[in-house]
């Protein structure tokens, strides 16, 4: 369906597209024959691009008497025809429909982000019955029901960790890039996907009360009270309207000459005002296009020049989600490198991200591969345990050092990896996720330009803690569910403080949809964020944020250059209607001069850095 959708509007606006230079051609023929023709040329020009124009204005009159730009072009078209001008009415509506097709494919968009997230729901679960289990529809359980969950299966509902320990990815939940160990009594929840041991689980929250379905309806309502921006000659059409039939009647009525209203209508013509913003925009998203984003929704650089808050995610936007070793502290007697060699050891079989991190940074410090290991014994929920060099070594959380009755060392926490060596307490490896080296640069960068930056993150509050004070973010919100960061954003928007949202993950969606703008990050982001957002930051590297918000307000002050320059053109045009200066060709020369200076200018944006 997604596909022949796409299809459709591709195919739609290669025959928009096609129209308008068949359109083209003809008022160039119009033009050089100088009335030598019969019929005129530019009787292509009004059929194809004004008939449009004409059908979307009565449409838009009948069914909802909504009066906008196109109604008062439409009547320029019908009484330059009705006077012979032929060419003036071809001219407008070439015009016109040029500024159209530059709005559609600003605003075009395709979404297919809530068919992903409901592929994340699981289809079947394993009951636990007193016979034995079975394999039902998910749909099907029950709160109450006893399940069990395999590795790598997904949980099927919300609930609470009856027997078994084990390791949880819930980052499409809380975004946290750590598997989050599960024992007895512990929350899980739906979505979320079980890495090592097997566990059974009572379900509390099912069906469309659980987290996931909970989401997926966020996501799909999320951006319901977000305001479209209307487009300028709409909003003061009916304004437009009004004043340009006031002008051309009176100065019918005092001079008696069909002629001089006509012009009126024709140099009142909103061209160079219906140009004003989709050519700004446009610019502008080719300007941000080669700096590294993806615009996806037409209105959205608009939207960026109002903002006054930008809310990070943590995890893959201000971090690269990536934890690594950030100090390494024997004691009884081991040494710096020998822990960790005996550490990296012990993980060298791991699956656990911890433990590939302590590998990875070990090979990369030292440049030489982790020492082998024997005996090697995966301890679900808690870390491992193995033979290294002939040393006895277990690795994890502080459970496993008390399970084997060793006394755990002294400040441990859920960043860090327990040691012992021979049945002793050899130390603690603390790793943290990696802060992105353009971040504490990027968050000045946009404070300077008026841009408080909030951190927005599932993670706890001491992992939190961790990164907003080295980057100097004073607002930190942690604990976040997809929820707790929707509500986060209504409240500060509430406020009079327009979000700018960045995020990557599954759960940054409804933010991301919800806030005034929403900018995901394209490399590392999931298809389900980037579906969500209204920009996309290709390359990932957020130190061309600040760029993207200075080059909103400078395409906003190019807009209303464009539109005072259109408004103060048009009332000197008509002025010089009434007077009989100018008769509906010269004045529709003169106010397409203008539409076409209003181009030029607007793609000054294009070299904008």
Known sequence: MLR??????????????????????????????????????????????????????????????????????????????????????????????IGALLEERTVAKARAGIERLVRLTPRTARRVTAGGEETIDAQTVQAGDVLRVLPGETVPADGRVLTGVTSVDQAV????????????????????????GA?????????????????????????????????????????????????????????????????????????ALVLATPTAITAAIGNATRHGFLVREGDALERLAQVKKAAFDKTGTLTLGQPSVQRVQPQNGWSEDELFALTAGAERLSEHPLGKAVVRDFETRYGRPAPACTDFEMVPGRGVRAVVNGHPVAAGSLALLESLGIAPPPETDATRICVAVDGQAAGVLTLADTVRSTAAQTVQALREQGVEPVLLTGDHAGAAAAIAGPLGIREVYADCLPEDKLRRIDQLQSAGQPVCMVGDGVNDAPALKRAFVGIAMGKTGSDIAVDAADIALVSDDIRQLPHLTALARRMMTVIRINLTFSMALNFAAVALAMTGVLNPVVGALVHNAGSVLVILHSALLLKFR
């Open 173 to 196: 939940m809380t975004g946290e890039s750590i598997p989050v160990d599960k024992g007895p009594g512990d929350p899980v929840f739906s979505g979320t996907v079980n890495q090592f």
């Open 199 to 271: 566990f059974d689980m009572r379900a509390d929250r099912v069906g469309e009360d659980s987290s996931l379905q909970r989401m997926i309806r966020l996501v799909q309502s999320a951006d319901a009270g977000k305001a479209k921006i209307v487009g300028i000659a709409d909003r003061w059409a009916t304004w437009i309207v009004v004043a340009a039939l006031s002008a051309a009647a009176l100065t019918w009525l005092v001079t008696g000459q069909l002629i001089r209203a006509v012009t009126i209508l024709v140099v009142f013509c909103p061209c």
């Open 4 to 97: 022949r959708i796409k299809s459709f509007s591709t195919s739609r606006e290669q025959r928009e597209v096609l129209l308008l230079v068949l359109g083209g051609l003809s008022l160039a023929a119009s033009f050089f024959a100088n009335g030598r023709w019969w019929p005129d040329p530019a009787w292509i020009a009004v059929i194809l691009c004004g008939i449009p124009i004409l059908k979307e204005a009565a449409e838009g009159l009948v069914t909802r008497f909504d009066i906008k730009a196109d109604v008062l072009v439409s009547l320029a078209l019908i009484a330059s025809v009705c006077i012979g001008e032929i060419f003036a009415a071809g001219e407008v509506a070439f015009i016109m429909q």
